[in-house]
């Protein structure tokens, strides 16, 4: 590359325009990350469901309860390895905004159908011994400040009052994407306790002895159940996580769009820089070629120029994304898996590097196709 | 010796045989150089004069392989130039021409000793012989001293020496100046023009020289007139050395 000291001299030439192309890379591409972070919060949880479990609600909406009979009758059902229900437990700590994940368990079955959180048994004892035990994610602890033996009040937003609860486990993810924001409590104190939806439970899910069994067992359980009085839908926990992404709103529709107008405007900014950079050496790259430089090493150095800004510019940005996401969830809580992947970072740059070179490439065949003659003719 | 009158092929370093540049404007056809012969020896140093639109830079652009004549021929130390495609045309430029423009035509954002090695990036030579030509060239204009210079730190004068090493580090076989004082001051202008003289006397060095200056014309070993798209020659001022 021995026209380096070249290039790099025409990226120092009007520097508060590199600059600011740079800059426009590097914001782009900070959004990007972000982007691609939030994206990834909400469907985290889609990769890393079980393929060999069913999730079962009211068919009606997935709010409405189910009998806690059922419990006893999916276990009958062949194919079908554990059986375990979960309430829904509306409620807020100390602030609103405090928002997780808070469910009765049914602590009998729970840990066999969800092997990943990982629970030490002595502290797996201590819960199953106070009625008023609860488990809560190492994500709580941290945020918190908790620690074994607290007690901690929550105000229940669907059942009333403020219940009380002993912390006696905490749980660890087994995996980087499982979910450490939860807090649950045992299922028979909420069933003693709560004045009303007696004997109903929020939702089973099972775990089937293979995951080739997993349609053949979903379609005979909604059967099962047909015709009752709280009839069932059955779904794999991916297609059940996948449609609770659904019902998220369509934000991968608003990121695209979002991600697309600024990366648009990028492109038309890159552009219109690298065109007047060419236009304003018309005669420099004219006198390059009349002493004997290549059409394609001009096209090369100005394609080259585009790049450099692109790659300079995106890797700042994502830089910074990456140095955000490390500083953890903003919104407290509402996205547990705040993480920017490798993967995302990858394909920023690549993304960076193809608007850097698209934006380069008209202008650098306009100075590729540069006549000499008339290039110097005018003044 | 030049000569402008020959027919058929001699062995002179440069030879033109009925070179025709005709240019469109809309339906009008513009007869520039009409069946111009010309030879060129090495070593000689010719002076191309004529009125403002006669076609002197058309003619030196040819002669440079940067423009393609309408028909005719262009042998240069026996290269057909006017046969070759645009790809190879550029290296031969490369390898055979050194231009020294009347602007310049420095790159800003260089340093005077990064513009005359650019001709040299383009051949094999490693970082230290590179230096060494560079360094052989600007001591030979009289800008050693301007090395770490950028152009716009440079008089006129001195740039127009930046511009000529640049034209010769890659010891071209021949140099094209189109008007090289003409954005020069007086004894800039006699300054310069020493300088090329001292190349064609003492380096041996082919030029080809466009000048309006008659004083600078008097320098070349020959003056010949752009007329009516063919060339005449003037009184000859001093034989070439
Ligand atoms: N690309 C072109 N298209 C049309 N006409 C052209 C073109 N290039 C040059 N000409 C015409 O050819 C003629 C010769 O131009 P040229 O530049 O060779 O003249 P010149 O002798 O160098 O003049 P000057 O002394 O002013 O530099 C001029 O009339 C010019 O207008
Ligand atoms: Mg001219």
Request: charged share 20%; net charge neutral.
């Amino acid at each position: 590359m021995k026209s380096l000291p070249l290039l790099l001299a025409n990226l120092r030439r009007k520097k508060v325009r590199t600059t600011l192309t740079v800059g426009s890379f590097a914001v782009a591409l900070f959004l990007y990350g972000i982007l691609a972070v939030v994206r990834g919060a909400f469907s985290q949880g889609v990769d890393v469901a079980g393929v060999d479990r069913l999730v079962i609600i009211n068919k009606v909406s997935l709010i409405q309860p189910l009998p806690v009979s059922y419990q006893e009758r999916l276990r009958r059902i062949p194919g079908v390895k554990d059986v375990t229900y979960a309430s829904w437990f509306g409620g807020v700590y100390q602030d609103e905004r405090n928002f997780f994940p808070i469910f009765g368990i049914d602590m009998n079955t729970y840990r066999s159908v969800f092997p990943e959180f990982a629970i030490s048994e002595d502290q797996w004892k201590a819960f199953l011994e106070d009625r008023e035990g609860a488990v809560v994610g190492e994500g709580l602890v941290e945020r918190f400040g908790w620690k074994l033996g607290d007690r901690i009040p929550i105000k229940g937003t669907i059942f009333p009052g403020t219940w009380e609860f002993n912390i006696r486990a905490i749980y660890k993810g087994a995996q980087l994407q499982t979910d450490v924001t939860q807090f649950w409590f045992r299922g028979d104190m909420l069933e003693e306790r709560k004045p009303f939806q007696k004997g109903m439970v929020g939702w089973y899910t099972v775990r089937t002895t293979s995951p080739d069994e997993s349609v053949s067992v979903a379609k005979a359980i909604d059967e099962m159940f047909s015709n009752s009085q709280w009839e069932t839908k059955t779904e794999t926990e991916k297609s059940f996580a996948a449609s609770f992404v659904k019902q998220m709103g369509n934000i991968e529709f608003l990121i695209l769009t979002i991600g697309g107008v600024v990366f648009f405007t990028l492109l038309l900014v890159t552009g219109n820089t690298m065109a007047i950079a060419v236009r304003e050496r018309v005669r420099e790259l004219a006198v390059l070629k009349a002493i004997g430089y290549s059409n394609s090493s001009v096209l090369f150095l100005v394609l080259m120029e585009s790049l450099v800004i692109a790659a300079l510019g995106g890797g700042a940005g994502l830089l910074l994304a990456k140095l955000f996401t490390l500083r953890g969830d903003p919104t407290g809580g509402l996205l547990p898996f705040f993480y920017l992947p490798p993967q995302a970072i990858i394909s920023g740059l690549a993304l960076a590097l193809g608007i850097g070179a698209i934006a380069g490439i008209t202008p650098a065949i306009s100075a590729m196709r540069l006549r000499v003659v008339d290039a110097l003719r005018r003044v | 010796m030049v000569s402008v009158d020959v027919q058929g092929s001699s062995n002179a370093l440069i030879q033109v045989r009925s070179l025709e540049k005709t240019y469109h404007r809309g339906s009008e056809e513009l007869h520039v150089l009409q069946r111009l012969d010309l030879d060129v020896e090495a070593g000689d140093f010719v002076a191309f004069m004529g009125p403002s639109g006669s076609g002197k830079s058309t003619l030196l652009n040819l002669l440079g392989g940067l423009d393609t004549p309408t028909s005719g021929s262009i042998k240069v130390a026996g290269d057909e130039i006017t046969r070759l495609s645009a790809g190879e045309l550029t290296q031969w430029r490369a390898r055979h021409v050194g231009f020294v423009f009347q602007m310049y035509n420095l790159i800003p954002v260089l340093t005077a000793y990064q513009n005359v090695e650019l001709p040299l990036l383009l051949t094999s030579l490693s970082r230290s012989e590179r230096r060494r030509h560079v360094e052989a060239a600007m001591a030979l204009v009289g800008v050693a001293d301007r090395m770490q210079h950028y152009p716009g730190q440079l008089s006129g004068g001195q740039g127009q020496r930046v511009g000529i090493a640049r034209a010769l580090v890659a010891d071209p076989t021949f140099l094209l100046c189109d008007e090289p004082t003409g954005d020069l001051d007086r004894k800039s202008a006699d300054e310069i023009m020493d300088l090329i003289t001292r190349l064609s006397e003492e380096q041996g060095k082919t030029v080809l020289l466009v000048t309006h200056d008659p004083l600078a014309a008097q320098r070349a070993g020959a003056v010949l007139h752009l007329e009516k798209g063919v060339l005449v020659e003037a009184a000859i001022a001093r034989t070439a050395g």
